[in-house]
């Protein structure tokens, strides 16, 4: 019973892990339109491209003018993603950079986007003088509270994540999201994120809500920086040496150094801190999670990672019914005060693999009007995607 269960979970997963990765559909293009960080709004290279060529028309109207080289240099940045570390895109961009430095050297602008761009992010100088700028303006925040967090400065890092919080500059619908992504997890967990989206949120909700603060959040790109793996894992009491792990994971990297480094951390706490709940967001790329999806269980936003069989529908259950927030999947009027809304309904299309397991459940036991007003909402979550593939899978069952 247990593998099925998680078989057709992986079914659902698969299909939303695709649709999710596609691009958003174009929009008309008329005029130059503020192009947002990728991981709030995607939109095709085709977009991207001829924001770039719009953009550029107006650098060359007035160059001067710092938001158009922001949105210049990242339409840039977001054209052909896929390709971001090639070393014919990182060219483009430092050609960019060097024109923006001539044109507005001292401005906000260039000196966020050098510190995101000179390699080395140890030193903070280039974020602190944009922020003593314009320290009203919330793109620097994110890069102050990691650097805070990485090198254990607790204080600034409150600091920071109380002014990202107050910026509202992450939508209320990723927070309900992040918040039912901790939910998920049992008391003194160590959860495993994959990057803004089920990070920044997570750790807003911790520090300035007091929301979960029980739980251990390791992102996967910061725990292979040594100052974070050794800070965060000390606070738990968790006694494992980095240079240990980082050389054990050497050894087998062949793909993303961070992923396998997080994956000997997983086998480390699991056999020294058996007692250590361990769970995987599911937002985690499956590189970073190929290697235990026999002993991953869905319980919600989250994969428990357990050797031992546990009844992970009663968790789903309890999380789905008990703990988590749903009323905004039905009906958000903030939705509109905000960008990303294709990407919150890519992302809520999480939901649909614990709702189906849900209402399978319901169904085999004989509750068939639970089973029909769970599958209700899944279908409802798939038709606001335009998920098609899933909209299918889940109206073949019952």
Request: aromatic letters at 14%.
């Amino acid at each position: 019973m247990w593998d099925v269960r998680k078989t057709r979970y992986l079914i659902y997963l698969q299909i939303i892990v695709m649709v999710c990765l596609l691009p958003a559909t174009a929009a008309v293009i008329g005029k130059p339109e503020k192009v947002y960080r990728i991981v709030y709004e995607i939109q095709t290279d085709e977009w991207y491209q001829q924001q770039a060529a719009l953009w550029k028309k107006e650098i060359d109207k007035n160059p001067e003018n710092p938001q158009a080289w922001m949105n210049y240099y990242n339409a840039n940045r977001y054209a052909s993603f896929n390709n971001i570390g090639s070393k014919e895109k990182q060219e483009k961009l430092n050609r960019i950079m060097e024109e923006m430095g001539k044109a507005i050297p001292e401005s906000y602008e260039y000196l966020v986007l050098k510190y995101k761009t000179a390699g080395d992010l140890k030193d903070i100088s280039l974020l602190e003088k944009a922020y003593a700028l314009v320290p009203e303006r919330p793109d620097t925040y994110y890069d102050l509270l990691t650097w805070y967090a990485v090198n254990g400065k607790q204080a600034k890092f409150e600091e920071f994540c109380e002014k990202l919080y107050h910026s509202k500059d992450i939508a209320p619908w990723l927070m309900n999201y992040n918040y039912n992504m901790l939910m998920s997890v049992e008391p003194n967990a160590i959860l495993i994120t994959n990057g803004d989206n089920d990070t920044y949120p997570a750790w807003l909700l911790q520090q300035v809500k007091n929301i979960r603060t029980d739980v251990t959040i390791l992102n996967i790109s910061l725990a292979s920086v040594k100052a974070f793996f050794d800070n965060t894992l000390k606070s738990r009491g968790i006694n494992i040496t980095y240079e240990d792990l980082t050389s054990r994971a050497a050894k087998k990297t062949f793909t993303y150094f961070p992923a396998v480094l997080m994956q000997e951390l997983v086998l480390e706490i699991t056999d020294k801190y058996p007692q250590v709940p361990v769970y995987f967001a599911v937002t985690v790329y499956s590189n970073s999670t190929e290697p235990f999806k026999a002993d991953l269980y869905p319980v919600g936003l989250a994969f428990r990672y357990t050797r031992k069989r546990v009844d992970n529908i009663a968790m789903i259950k309890k999380n789905l019914e008990n703990n988590f927030i749903l009323d905004y999947l039905r009906f958000d009027y903030l939705d509109d005060q905000f960008p990303g809304k294709n990407l919150s309904a890519k992302m809520n299309l999480n939901y649909i693999s614990p709702i189906m397991l849900l209402a399978e459940h319901y169904f085999m036991s004989g509750e068939k009007e639970k089973a029909m007003e769970w599958k209700k909402i899944a279908v409802q979550l798939a038709e606001k995607a335009g998920n098609k593939e899933a909209l299918d899978e889940i109206n073949k069952k019952f």
